[in-house]
């Protein structure tokens, strides 16, 4: 979507503009501000302080996983990177540039992404980085600017979450995410460990480590009897459905990991020529591939238990670990309740949000209401307003969810699930196709809609 350039007149009027937070929400908003000829002040507080997942001083630092999902274009994540790609997203343009193989995922070598995102937002002459932490709503550091976008992420500083939910009116909510292991690739036993896909006509971007029945309840019982990391005593301990801890995901039943991430469908043994009874995947983390993580074993586990516990799997007995997995704190609002529709806080309308403390989830969804919350304050500084896409588009289902009153309000990747129902009954074969044809349709028409009238 093209929206014309700010006059250098109302530039001259309006009041500065802030963005709290440089992570991919806070740096695809300010993109899309400077991109319209707005100057951003974008305030991070690394390397001055870092949060407890955080460890490179680069902007939009990829802490759970170095996977954007799926590409496919009848999912529901591919169809929502397919609309951000045209609308100009600075997130999809870094992806691509640093893309990895990953089969129909979008994988990315996560030090070159954040450095191309730093190189980016640092270089951009309308937009000002200033390497501080910003406290509070009422930080002096924010006293000249007339709006502010908080796009903190999960894990803001404690002063800043206590003076938001303050300010909301609502006492904000806490859930742990809990990031996968990495391990060094030369420790791998490649003879054990075998390269593959689990779909016809992938390229066999993974490493998969095969279990037998004894090998797979030996992992298991380990998981469940593993030492795991306390929460902090003030901290409730609620998980995000989507990315349950692996040995939470073990205490659901004896299959629920060989019907969940340790499935073996797709896959032989070249051992044996038989499928394995489960399996673990190895996704590769960089371009020389020297580093892979450990698929959907995001955990909670203490540091030696992960060595222990993960050295069970063949082909990982003399694991070397590059990182291990640890959980933190995820906050959110409850959006229904506290935002307004143009992500406004419903309190004080000079503060708006992006990013996962708005309810949305992922990486990808975290970049799109970023770009979003830009695209729409733009306009509205060019004396415009941007209404969201249809509720049939990706993105504008993503945003819907942010509006939609619940009792128990969740934050949610995107899925077809929160699109409205076609008005017709469609063959469950054919309801992706259906829903991505219809989607493409609805955005296509919106944007041709909204480009015009400026």
Not at 255 to 271: I, S, T, W, Y
Not at 292 to 313: D, S
Not at 335 to 349: F, K, Q, S, V
Not at 373 to 386: D, F, K, T, V, W
Request: proline share 8%; net charge positive.
């Amino acid at each position: 979507m093209q929206i014309l350039s700010v006059s250098q007149e109302k530039i001259s009027m309006m009041q500065p503009l802030a963005i709290v937070g440089g992570g991919l929400a806070g740096c695809e908003c300010a993109f899309a501000l400077a991109g319209a000829g707005i100057p951003v002040t974008l305030f991070e507080m690394k390397p001055g302080r870092f949060s407890p997942a955080h460890e490179n001083p680069c902007l939009a630092e990829l802490v759970c996983s170095n996977s954007f999902r799926s590409d496919a274009p009848d999912s529901a994540v591919g169809l929502l990177k397919e609309e951000m790609r045209g609308l100009g997203s600075l997130t999809m343009r870094l992806a691509a540039e640093t893309r990895l193989p990953a089969g129909k995922a979008l994988a990315v070598d996560r030090g070159l992404f954040a450095q191309g995102m730093t190189r980016a937002v640092a270089d951009h002459p309308r937009i000002t980085l200033i390497r501080r932490e910003i406290s509070g709503l009422d930080d002096p550091l924010l006293d000249p600017f007339g709006t502010v976008v908080i796009a903190v992420g999960p894990l803001p500083g404690e002063g800043l979450a206590a003076s938001l939910a303050g300010r909301a009116g609502r006492e904000h909510l806490h859930f742990y995410d809990a990031i996968a292991p990495i391990v060094d690739a030369a420790s791998v036993d490649q003879s054990v460990a075998f390269p593959g896909a689990r779909h016809a006509g992938d390229t066999p971007d993974y490493l998969n480590c095969p279990l037998t029945r004894e090998e797979y309840h030996a992992f298991r019982q380990a998981l469940l009897n593993g030492q795991r990391t306390a929460p902090r005593p003030f901290e409730a301990e609620t998980h995000f459905e989507g990315c349950l801890p692996v040995e939470t995901l073990a205490e659901r039943g004896e299959m629920a990991l060989a019907f969940g991430p340790l499935k073996p469908v797709g896959f032989l043994d070249p051992r044996s020529g038989k499928r394995p009874f489960a399996l673990l995947q190895l996704r590769a983390e960089n371009v020389n591939r020297t580093m892979f993580n450990l698929v959907g074993c995001q955990t909670k586990l203490t540091q030696p238990e992960q060595a222990r516990i993960f050295r069970l799997v063949p082909g990982l007995e003399r694991a070397e670990f590059v990182r291990f997995g640890s959980m933190h704190r995820n906050t959110f609002l409850h959006a229904p309740l506290t935002l307004r529709e143009d992500l406004a806080l419903r309190a004080d309308p000079r503060f708006f949000l992006a990013g996962q403390i708005t309810g949305v989830e992922g990486y990808v969804e975290s970049a799109a209401s970023g770009l979003w919350l830009g695209l729409s304050l733009a306009a509205a500084i060019a004396g415009g307003h941007l209404p969201p896409p249809p509720p049939e588009t990706a993105l504008g289902a993503l945003l819907g969810h942010l509006r939609t009153p619940a009792r128990n309000f969740q934050p949610s990747n995107i899925q077809y699930g929160l699109m409205p129902e076609p008005g017709q009954k469609i063959k469950r074969a054919d309801r992706r196709r259906a829903y991505t044809e219809r989607a493409r349709k609805a955005f296509l028409a919106w944007r041709n809609i909204r480009a015009n009238s400026y």
